[in-house]
């Protein structure tokens, strides 16, 4: 409890005159350098590096102070000192450290459906906070150059902070852009001028000394992530308490293999039916952690949370961003947060009606919206609402913001002082005039990342997937007005718990080292390219007996291996698809902590609107094909024996 009381304000970029895009940061470094370079320069500001300028900024507002709020320390933010209020949270209380999977001591909410909406203010305040210093750079820069009169404020008033686009079509080609890690960057000064200077993009140092309660973590192949010890943040780090710097090879590596299944995931957050429930609908979007642990209740389209946890794994390794306690530290981390609101901000304009509510029924039991694990503001099990505070973000007049404050199109109170450019046909800050223009938003945005059965279709060789099954007209699957696309599903891998790399795509558990089986149960899908599929069913094809469908699905399960890796890509344990794969002797298997509870193989069927094929497809009769790995897991290192 605090002695004192005082709040900082989340208020974005409020007093700038307009709304102004956050624009990728390729193009922010490319075609704005004005803006760029006050980015670059206040950021530096506000990690307070040596060699920036000085500029006295807010306390609450310093890198610091806010990647703080993440996760470690578990301490009260300087924003939000309040004598009156008690978190309930202490590190030496054993109501909160005893229990495995230990209470979160951040203030961050993952696994719940306030995943999404926690981190929007989130994101507002590290905007903030640089805008604020950008516009202190900009009066001083013209005041120094009046023949640059006009030119710095403007590009100050028009700064909002950028977002990667991880699920963008070349980076499975480029990776990263240099940008994004290079230790230096270049830069517009006074007079038109370049100057070199540091890039604070590329790693964060702590100036003032690592916080005492960050903790090593051994990984389960015995590699060690040396938080309490590295004075600086790293991706991919050699298991040293003194390392050369991070690995970027490996990093863009990383990235340029899982671009694909990235993408893949981005577009199956928008192929969501319109007739779903709508707080159903939410929970499986928001968050990797549904309310109902019922599989039939799983419409398996992925989750927002479920993709942002792979690009976490992805750029950390062993670092800091692959530790929900240590992620916020990485200035990455809102590179990557912006994008997350980005295709939040696009999702909530698709499906404008689809939101939390203050739960849900189906079949007769009531699931309300829960923090299981909770926070430094919420208790185990905490019950959430669409108008519970979002802590520690307060508004002007004190409060705490809310979820239903910033639902980005529907709430008067949110500040509307940023958007994102335009994107197939959708300016988020712009509600749309009909429910079709919605759908044809939807239906480019799923196309753009990949998913578009109405071509694929097209392009398939028919005679190998004459064996599939597809719903008549009359199946109660099927709306009355849609057509199922013949001889055609879409596939997907289920995952339930554990990641489970495999040849096609990942599973990703962004948790911290005491979660267990017993705790959180995480879900995921990793969609499979249909040219597999097509390139699986020709190579089992007999030139004189058609396969059945059980058959094809054989064929399809005894393609695929799984592994089990950690944070370094170590493998930890294997295993064989297929009915006809060897049972895995007990001695041999995996411990129950590192088994995967469940990884199916799911498909559906596709309709397409019989009069309108500018609508999107209408995905209907999922079926669950049980168990790819049927023969048990392999533990190929004695840590997940």
């Known amino acids: 409890m605090s002695s004192i009381e005082y709040h900082y304000p989340v208020i974005g970029r409020k007093g700038t005159g307009g709304v102004f895009d956050r624009l990728p940061i390729e193009t922010l470094e490319k075609d704005h350098p004005y803006q760029f370079a006050l980015f670059i320069l206040a950021f530096a500001v506000i990690q307070q590096r040596p060699d920036a300028p000085q500029v006295v900024g807010e306390p609450a507002g310093t890198f610091m102070e806010i990647a703080s709020i993440h996760g470690r320390p578990f301490i009260e933010w300087a924003g939000d000192r309040n004598k009156n209020t008690s978190t ?49 750079l900009a009066h001083d820069i013209e005041a120094k150059n009046p023949h640059e009169c006009g030119v710095w404020v403007k590009a100050a008033k028009e700064l909002r902070f950028p977002y990667w686009d991880w699920a963008e079509k070349d980076v499975s080609e480029n990776g990263l852009p240099p940008v994004l890690y290079e230790d230096k960057v270049e830069i517009m000064a006074a007079g038109g001028q370049k100057q070199i200077v540091d890039n604070p993009l590329s790693f964060f140092s702590f100036v003032d000394g690592v916080p005492s309660d960050f903790s090593d973590e051994t990984l389960r192949t015995g590699q060690v992530a040396y938080f309490s010890k590295w004075h600086r943040t790293y991706r991919y780090v050699a298991s040293t308490a003194n390392p050369e710097g991070s690995d970027i090879d490996q990093l863009q590596k990383a990235f340029k293999a899982g671009a694909k299944d990235l993408r893949s995931k981005v577009a199956q957050l928008f192929v969501v039916n319109d007739d779903e429930v709508s707080a159903l609908a939410w929970d499986e979007f928001s968050n990797h952690t549904t309310e109902s642990k019922r599989e039939m209740d799983n419409f398996n389209s992925g989750s927002l949370e479920g993709v942002h946890d792979a690009v976490h794994i992805l750029a950390g ?5 692959s530790a929900p306690d240590y992620a916020g530290f990485d ?70 913001w809310t979820s239903s404050q910033a639902r980005f199109l529907h709430a008067d109170a949110f500040p509307k002082y940023y958007s994102y450019p335009e994107f197939a046909g959708i300016k988020v800050n712009r509600a749309a005039m009909t429910s079709d223009e ?47 696309i013949p001889q055609y599903r ?50 089992s094809a007999n030139s004189e007996t058609v396969a059945t469908f059980d058959q094809t699905l054989a064929h399809i399960k005894g393609e695929f291996f799984g592994k089990i890796v950690d944070a370094t890509g170590s493998e930890l344990a294997r295993a064989d698809g297929g009915t006809e794969a060897p049972q895995i002797p007990s001695h041999q298997s995996t411990s129950r902590n590192v088994t995967p509870i469940e990884i199916s193989l799911v498909s559906t069927a596709v309709a397409e609107h019989g009069q309108n094929k500018d609508r999107p497809v209408y995905i209907c009769d999922w079926q ?17 024996a």
Not at 108 to 122: A, D, I, L
Not at 345 to 372: D, F, H, R, V
Not at 498 to 505: E, N
Request: charged content about 15%.
């Open 88 to 136: 309930d949270y202490s590190a030496t209380d054993k109501k909160d450290t005893n229990p495995v999977p230990a209470r979160f001591g951040g203030y961050c909410n993952h696994g719940s459906v306030f995943f999404p909406t926690w981190h929007r203010p989130y994101v507002m305040l590290l905007e903030q906070s640089i805008g604020n210093i950008a516009d202190q």
């Open 490 to 539: 879409t596939f997907a891998v289920h995952e339930t718990e554990h990641s489970a790399p495999q040849l096609i795509g990942t599973v990703t558990v962004f948790a911290r080292p005491d979660h267990s089986p017993s705790g959180t149960v995480i879900h995921g899908i990793i969609p499979i390219p249909p040219a597999l599929i097509e390139s699986i069913m020709k190579s």
């Open 438 to 484: 919605r759908a044809l938003a939807r239906k480019k945005v799923a196309a753009y990342y990949g998913f578009d059965p109405q071509t694929t279709a097209q392009q398939v060789t028919a005679s190998a997937w004459t064996q599939l099954p597809v719903p008549d007209k009359d199946h109660p699957a099927v709306l009355s007005d849609h057509t199922v």
């Open 331 to 400: 200035p990455l981390f809102f590179l990557h947060h912006s994008n997350v609101d980005r295709l939040l901000a696009l999702w909530e304009w698709c499906y404008t009606e689809y939101w939390m509510e203050n739960g849900y029924e189906l079949k007769g039991t009531s699931y309300p919206w829960t923090q299981q694990l909770g926070t430094y503001a919420q208790v185990y099990n905490a019950q959430l609402l669409p108008d519970g505070p979002l802590q520690p973000f307060r508004t002007e007049q004190g409060d705490y």
């Open 317 to 321: 390794g062993t670092g800091h961003m």
């Open 624 to 640: 669950h094909h049980e168990g790819v790995f049927s023969g048990g897991w392999q533990a190929t290192h004695p840590a997940a």
